[in-house]
């Protein structure tokens, strides 16, 4: 699986880029390294790039679930 594109989050703190693999429906995000994003916000901010790769569309029209799964570098 090559990693073929990026994703941010950003919040007061800064902002996380997790770079992105993809596979049929399956999104795998690669975690940065772990000095990169605050240990104690690192649940949440996961939680709300899964639900956004989770609820992406097809071509942003016709309904596809993708699954997600998080994998360190």
Do not use: C
């Not at 919040?11 to 240990?39: C, K």
């Not at 939680?47 to 942003?60: K, Q």
Request: net charge positive; aromatic share 16%; no cysteine.
């Amino acid at each position: 699986m090559d990693r073929t594109a990026v994703v941010e989050y950003r919040d007061a703190r800064g902002v996380y880029r997790f770079d992105l693999g993809q596979r049929g429906n399956e999104w795998t995000v690669y975690m940065p390294p772990s000095h990169e994003i605050p240990a104690e916000e690192a649940d949440t901010i996961l939680g709300r790039v899964t639900d956004y790769l989770e609820s992406r569309r097809w071509f942003w029209i016709f309904p596809l679930k993708y699954k997600v799964k998080v994998q360190s570098k």
